[in-house]
């Protein structure tokens, strides 16, 4: 299997993105926004005969559980908020990351979170299966292999607004990797570099949060709106994506 030496010289490196409008140089850090849901990971799934065997990609000749963890490192390499903690962090700090990633196994139907369900502060991978995030009962997302949730949690800048399971037509099993605030701030109480850049951007999001409720204040759509109940509710369930400088929002065409 793979060694934790590889493990950590796997997430030290980061991922080029050659061909990217707006791609950085290596040295700089991957091109990084919010995580797609269909990942660059490819279109063979993790651990599947197709991975293991086509002529090029992440996967080829990895074992099923060295694939599955292959997933999880291009995830944290690929998400924006991951990268800027580890990008430059010593061996023994990615090690310590690593290890505090809780492994979760879940059956189709089975729930990863509930929507507003409290002391919920973590964030976890989609390691394999396929997942549907629901609002009030209504699909909203699928979303699956090397997708990312619970960003706004893990800063604990908003309590969950959705609700997150298994589909119902997933065969077999579905696992997750999940990270746990108190386990973070307790991972890099003895690295001031990479704590004092998780505390700013705590700081950032929770002053730009502020600035975007008196945002929708003067959207014309809601002018009229007098229920303060369902403007709160609106701007409760607004996502939080975390973009840098060169990231594109969106892209005519998709």
Not at 51 to 58: E, H, L, T, V, Y
Not at 111 to 127: C, G, M, Q, R, S
Not at 137 to 158: F, P, S, V
Request: glycine share 8%; net charge negative.
């Amino acid at each position: 299997g793979m060694t934790v030496e590889e493990t950590v010289e796997i997430l030290s490196t980061p991922i080029p993105r050659k061909g990217d409008p707006g791609a950085r140089p290596a040295h700089l850090g991957p091109n990084t926004g919010p995580p797609r849901h269909i990942t660059e990971q490819g279109e063979a799934k993790a651990a599947s005969y197709a991975a293991w065997s086509q002529k090029k990609g992440p996967f080829v000749g990895l074992a099923g559980a060295d694939a599955l963890k292959q997933v999880m490192l291009i995830a944290m390499k690929s998400y924006i908020l991951l990268w800027d903690l580890i990008h430059d962090a010593p061996p023994r700090l990615l090690e310590a990351i690593i290890s505090q990633f809780e492994p979760r196994y879940l059956l189709p139907n089975e729930t990863v979170i509930v929507d507003e369900e409290p002391d919920a502060d973590f964030l976890f991978i989609v390691i394999h299966g396929e997942f549907v995030v629901t609002l009030e009962g209504a699909e909203i997302d699928h979303i699956g292999q090397g997708a990312i949730q619970g960003a706004a949690q893990l800063l604990t800048l908003n309590d969950w607004t959705r609700t997150v399971r298994v589909s119902a037509t997933n065969r077999g099993e579905a696992m997750i990797q999940l990270l746990r605030r108190s386990k973070l701030v307790e991972m890099l109480a003895g690295h001031p570099v990479p704590k004092m850049r998780l505390r700013e951007v705590e700081e950032l999001l929770r002053d730009a949060k502020q600035a975007d409720w008196r945002i929708l204040k003067q959207i014309p759509a809601f002018d009229s709106c007098t229920l303060k109940p369902f403007l709160a509710r609106l701007y409760k369930d607004a996502d939080i994506r975390l973009y840098c400088p060169g990231d594109f929002l969106a892209e005519a065409g998709q």
